[in-house]
T-cell receptor
């Protein structure tokens, strides 16, 4: 099992450009999450999904959109990138309500200039 | 509001010394509590969860409901314990609110 994978690993964008980060998991998990990690601020939840076709806002959703068209994939989109979105983005998944352990991807380092 | 506080951003100890990473939470209900660890250049991974009452890599964490704390402890720190540690209470819907993290450095 590959677990949770993220594409790409690194990306540099110019202000105003758009991009999509892809997260894939092969563990048949229902729940998927997108976080951003900034120095001194820990992990902050951007959006999450409790199942295929569903998404919900997390703590810091502004400037991002997500889609969960297939159970194994969770996409994070930046429509018009801003320097404030420079961060490391982590995707995670978990199996169920009863088992809350989250499995993380390796992260995507995004720089917006 | 649900909140997790890890009061120490940085913690430095010498090898062989005891270490305690503090975590305080403010949650309604009875959340399940986790500690995650991120070693240098690695992804976050679960270290331990309070419900299992396990000791992982010599670490233990005791849930104190009265103080709403879930401090992580190890009696004798090792250099390989140097990492970022996150406390994460888990609410329903499988969501975890992560603390800001504590960077632990174990000096030789």
């Amino acid at each position: 099992n590959a677990g949770v994978t993220q594409t790409p690993k690194f990306r540099v964008l110019k202000t105003g450009q758009s991009m999509t980060l892809l997260c894939a998991q092969d563990m048949n998990h229902e729940y998927m999450y997108w976080y951003r990690q900034d120095p001194g601020m820990g992990l902050r939840l951007i959006h999450y999904s409790v199942g295929e076709g569903t998404t919900a806002k997390g703590e810091v959703p502004d400037g991002y959109n997500v889609s969960r068209l297939k159970k194994q994939n969770f996409l994070l989109g930046l429509e018009s990138a801003a320097p404030s979105q420079t961060s490391v983005y982590f995707c995670a998944s978990s199996y169920s309500l009863d088992d809350g352990e989250q499995y993380f991807g390796p992260g995507t380092r995004l720089t917006v200039t | 509001a649900q909140r997790v506080t890890q009061p120490e951003k940085l913690l430095s100890v010498f090898k062989g010394a005891p270490v305690e990473l503090k975590c305080n939470y403010s949650y309604s209900g009875s959340p399940e509590l986790f500690w995650y660890v991120q070693y240098s250049r690695q992804r976050l991974q679960l270290l331990l969860r309070h419900i299992s009452r396990e000791s992982i890599k010599g670490f233990t964490a005791d849930l104190n409901k009265g103080e709403t704390s879930f401090h992580l402890k190890k009696p004798f720190a090792q250099e390989e314990d140097s990492a970022m540690y996150y406390c994460a209470p888990n609410t329903n819907a499988g969501k975890s609110t992560f603390g800001d993290g504590t960077t632990l450095t174990v000096k030789p």
